[in-house]
């Protein structure tokens, strides 16, 4: 199951405390006690794997490693470990909830400025909490009138927010449609390795699927496949939150064409097509911007008239369209071409 959202506590290190301390050598009184470390940052890190959000869902907060405190003859406490989670690229981070303010020394700007972020890459660190500075031992606060000064600082308090970690997955190509009008199928056909699930009967997709495609001709070494995204079935309503397609629509948004799936059996595919169009524009009209494509499915299901019919109704919504059948290896080749155009 994809987790595609959550929610968890990041807390930073605290710095170590300074030492209070003095020589041991016979008449001298000199402080000697030594800076306490700095504690560890906590950052995102981006990596591929869409399902790295699965290990949150049990382990709700997260810390870094406290700094050490300092030691005799002014030696440094150790800086507190640093924490990285791994996150899937096309994670945003939003802060939810301040639990612990910045550390004096650096400004609220500099802390409140950090969210929202976004990770884009692979191997990307970002900063989520800083590290408190470790507290200056005894040592550093001799002069000239305290030749032997009997305090020192503590360590100051490492940042701590609640944040909300939400996949939105970067796809070039994003499957759309109702349920069951066999856009997993399609996904299938054209990325073997996808491996989405299918049967006949609405909401089998419960998660969004991804699969590569590789170009014709493409040098696998070198090249990158286009990804193709199978979103959830949307239903009319779901702009508003209704069925499965309301969670999964901000999954569409990152995708750079669409491909619109209506099946040829579908008692009014005209309103089927008109009513997600509707939903994807209550969510977010911008998404109608987006380079489109329409595909009359399983035309396997029904006559070549129907079909026919079924097509010329379409066209005056839609004229790039085209008639497929998972059965058909002609008109899979037809999509076949389609993307090694779109995508050169």
């Not at 405390?17 to 890190?45: I, R």
């Not at 550390?103 to 929202?116: M, N, S, V, Y």
Request: hydrophobic share 40%.
């Amino acid at each position: 199951m994809l987790i595609d959202e959550v929610e968890i506590i990041a807390r930073a290190g605290d710095g170590g405390a300074g030492l209070v301390a003095f020589s041991k050598q016979m008449k001298m009184h000199a402080p000697t006690g030594g800076d306490g470390g700095a504690g560890g940052d906590l950052y995102v890190e981006g990596v591929s794997d869409l399902n790295v959000l699965n290990q949150y869902r049990n382990q709700k907060e997260f810390s870094a490693e406290k700094g050490k405190p300092g030691g005799q003859n002014r030696r440094h406490g150790a800086d507190g470990e640093d924490v990285v989670l791994k996150v899937p690229v096309g994670t945003i981070v939003y802060k939810l909830e301040t639990i612990l303010d910045a550390p004096e020394e650096f400004t609220r700007k500099q802390a409140e400025g950090r969210f929202p972020f976004e990770v884009t890459e692979v191997d990307q660190r970002i900063l989520v909490a800083r590290g408190g500075k470790g507290g200056k031992g005894n040592a550093e606060f001799r002069s000239s009138r305290k030749t032997s000064p009997e305090y020192a600082q503590k360590g100051l308090a490492g940042e701590a927010f609640k944040v909300r970690l939400e996949l939105r997955l970067i796809a070039d190509i994003g499957l759309i449609g109702l349920p069951n009008v066999g856009k997993s199928s399609l996904l299938n056909e054209l990325t073997p390795k996808a491996a989405a699930k299918v049967a006949n009967y609405e909401f089998t997709t419960l998660e969004p699927n991804l699969g590569a495609y590789w170009v014709t001709g493409a040098d696998w070494e070198r090249d990158k496949p286009v990804i193709l995204a199978d979103i959830p079935g949307l239903i009319e309503g779901a702009a508003e939150g209704k069925g499965l397609g309301h969670k999964f629509l901000r999954h569409i948004e990152r995708t750079k064409v669409l491909f619109h799936c209506v099946a040829a059996d579908s008692a009014d595919p005209v309103a089927d097509y008109k009513a997600i169009r509707a939903e994807l524009t209550k969510y977010n009209p911008e998404l109608m911007k987006k380079e489109e494509y329409l595909f009359v499915t399983r035309t396997d299901t029904v006559s070549p008239e129907s079909v026919a019919k079924t097509v010329k109704a379409m066209m005056k919504l839609n004229k790039r369209i085209t008639a497929i059948s998972i059965y058909d290896d002609e008109s899979l080749d037809s999509v076949r071409s389609l993307l090694d155009e779109i995508t050169e």
